[in-house]
């Protein structure tokens, strides 16, 4: 690892104005990606703004009824909050599919937005990467693409986003509370927040240097009891998605009002399955609508050599998380 000056902040404010005093200085919040990346020599800061003082760890109830997330709060405190586990279920599942119990100890809530790609050409500096060196090519173009994209990828990368509570936060419609060096606030939707690669593979959200995320919002949903999280990966636990859904749906009986879906393991950002939304409203819940959902939702797929088997898997993946939203099993997967 790379020597770098070490500073702790002791106030939101003051941690963005070390930031943007140093265009090589990154925030360090968990720290569970960021030290890796460092010490492969992916990530090269020359000085880390600790957050670790900062008061921004709690869960509360707003006025306007939705539940707030603290940005440094602990996945897991965030995954088993009473308020958390009763209203968004899937929230919790989803944060619970994610990495290992002690890295989900370490992790924050905001810093878990910010990880990066686990693509391994990402990883290996031996290997032509855009997202790491501008310009040098896509390893994983012609390499081994098993885990790359079928959604949203452009000629400059091909990597997914990792994280699985951003997948449950898209279908949630959760807002993210970002403070600006200006001393002002903005809300940015998650659907906004991260962003396709482009010809800008580099950047992974629409973040500028020395914004700090506050917190995340989660409205209140009226599919806390019909939602579910399935998460397909190669083994059963401490391993990134091939693919996986969020779903919730808020049901009359039988008939559905309204279906709220989002996969990930497959773009570059969490990917709303919005064809699948669209055909579900109004239908029945059966298992042949969601066959014809899942079908829609992966026609404008585009797999690459290696990882032509996620759009069937995506399709068995979408019927049986909607079938556990029926089912009102949010703890299965
Ligand atoms: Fe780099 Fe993206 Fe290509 Fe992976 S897919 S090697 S992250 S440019």
């Known amino acids: 690892m790379r020597p770098f000056k070490f500073t702790q902040a002791g106030s939101a404010p003051a941690a963005i104005s ?103 050409y990402f990883y290996d500096v031996a290997m032509p990467c855009n997202k790491r060196e501008p310009g040098t090519g896509c390893a994983a173009m012609q390499g081994i693409n098993r885990m790359h994209a079928i959604f949203g990828w452009s000629d400059t990368c091909i990597a997914v986003y990792p994280s699985d509570m951003a997948v449950a936060l898209t279908v949630l419609d959760a807002n993210i509370k970002v403070l600006q060096p ?7 939707s998650i659907k906004d927040f991260h962003r396709l690669p482009g010809d800008q593979p580099e950047k992974d959200n629409i973040l500028n240097h020395g914004e700090l995320i506050t917190a995340i919002e989660l409205p209140a949903n009226a599919f806390a009891g019909h939602s579910a999280y399935v998460k397909v990966r190669d083994r059963n636990s401490y391993a990134f998605a091939l693919v996986s859904v969020a779903a919730g749906l808020v049901l009359q009986g039988n008939r559905i009002v309204s279906a709220h879906l989002a996969m990930g393991g497959v773009a570059h950002k969490p990917w709303p399955l919005l064809e699948a939304e669209r055909f579900l409203k109004g239908k029945t819940a059966t298992k042949a609508n969601f066959s014809l959902a899942a079908q829609a939702a992966m026609r404008s797929a585009k797999p690459l050599a290696y990882n032509k088997f996620k759009v069937e898997l995506g399709k068995r993946t979408i019927i049986s998380s909607l079938e556990l939203a029926l089912k009102g099993d949010s703890y299965n997967g």
């Open 182 to 188: 200006n001393g002002t606030e903005r809300l940015i």
């Open 18 to 120: 070390l930031l943007t005093s140093n265009v090589k200085a990154k925030f360090l919040a968990g720290g569970t990606n960021l030290l890796d990346l460092m010490k492969e020599d992916v990530e090269r800061p020359d000085e880390l703004i600790d957050l670790g003082r900062l008061n921004l760890t709690t869960t509360k109830q707003l006025t306007n009824g939705s539940i707030s997330l603290g940005s440094l709060g602990k996945n897991t405190d965030a995954a088993n909050h009473p308020l958390v586990r009763k209203n968004f279920p899937l929230l919790t599942k989803a944060i619970l599919a994610g990495a290992s119990a002690q890295i989900r100890n370490m992790a924050t809530n905001g810093g878990n937005l910010l990880q990066r790609t686990r693509c391994s």
